[in-house]
């Protein structure tokens, strides 16, 4: 009979410890690369989407060459290229820079009201529990206007991006039932990932998307899930060893972020 109980105990104790394992994997947010060394041209990345559904089924980045704009939603990571179409990412893709994480929501609710995106992302920041973590964030519904953009595949020497969106496509759509998927990183993580919210955008019928520069909301449901973990695997790359990433390129992100030339 002891050594029963003594299995069983163990057989929890083991249960426990993998549960609270794979629930602070689903917490934690991965990124491959900086947005630092995106910014210097590091546009060739070693890491393939195949192994990068291994740590998320949701999130945002780009393809070698900087070949557009990726956003992964449900497990399917979908590239909106320059001329504004979109394809599913094939696994044997490779990406300079991703973040993505297992998206399960802390926080969910309904706002129906228009609303522009600035307005949006003021009102979601006040239902942070803290500025000081990282958030995933969800927004899906109806759009009465969304701008995105997305930017065309480079080709070696890679310029830095800050001359690649001289040349960035915008798209704009009205009456578009869609989702938005990115993060939000707090100010101290601005030479990792963008500071603020980065969102990128894919229309229900997966005909249109790219990365969000403006938008006006309708009626949409907001998920957030909270991340206090980030795993960063940074590329073993000869353009990544190489790039010269000692100046801080906080107010050049913030440009291209919000789709300045």
């Not at 899906?140 to 065309?152: A, M, N």
Request: hydrophobic content about 35%; aromatic content about 12%.
């Amino acid at each position: 009979m002891k050594t029963t109980i003594l299995r069983l105990s163990i057989a929890m104790a083991t249960l426990i410890y993998f549960t609270a394992i794979a629930h602070a994997e689903d917490d934690t947010i991965f990124q491959t690369s900086t947005i630092d060394a995106l910014m210097e041209g590091v546009y060739d990345g070693n890491f393939t989407y195949g192994e990068l559904k291994k740590h998320g089924d949701f999130g945002l980045g780009t393809l070698n060459d900087l070949d557009g704009e990726m956003v992964g939603l449900n497990g399917v990571f979908y590239q909106v290229r320059s001329d504004g179409k979109v394809f599913v990412v094939p696994d044997d893709a490779r990406t300079p820079f991703a973040a993505v994480t297992f998206f399960e929501p802390d926080r969910s609710l309904t706002l129906a009201k228009p609303l522009t995106c600035n307005e949006l992302e003021s009102y979601i920041e006040t239902l942070f529990p803290s500025k000081n973590i990282f958030y995933a964030v969800k927004i899906e519904g109806s759009f009465d206007h969304i701008k995105t953009r997305s930017v065309p595949r480079q080709k070696k020497p890679f310029p830095p991006l800050t001359e690649v969106v001289k040349h960035q496509s915008y798209f704009e759509l009205d009456k578009a039932n869609g989702t938005m998927a990115g993060f939000w990183f707090p100010a101290y993580m601005k030479d990792i990932n963008a500071a603020g919210f980065h969102l990128h955008f894919i229309t229900d019928d997966r005909q249109a998307g790219g990365h969000v520069l403006d938008c006006t909301v309708s009626s949409v449901k907001i998920e957030i899930d909270y991340s206090r973990d980030l795993d960063l695997s940074l590329p073993e790359t000869s353009g990544f060893y190489n790039a010269d990433l000692t100046e801080p390129s906080g107010s050049d992100v913030s440009s291209v972020e919000k789709g300045k030339k």
